[in-house]
């Protein structure tokens, strides 16, 4: 195979994946959301690997 029908098949493939996340997933509600930068709120970091504390 050459290098063009490689790159067609994988946005074929990104773009399908796409339409059926889009397809299948429910909308977002922004107002639901947390924060994208909570600088100086004082809201704790949650949810995420960097907010896990180390286990002993």
Do not use: N, W
């Not at 429910?26 to 947390?34: C, E, S, V």
């Amino acid at each position: 195979m050459t290098r063009r029908p490689v790159v067609l098949i994988l946005l074929t493939a990104a773009a399908g994946f796409l339409a059926f996340d889009l397809a299948r997933s429910a909308p977002l509600d922004p107002y639901l959301a947390p924060p994208l930068f909570a600088l100086g709120s004082g809201q704790a970091a949650g949810g995420a690997h960097c907010a896990a504390l180390p286990a002993r």
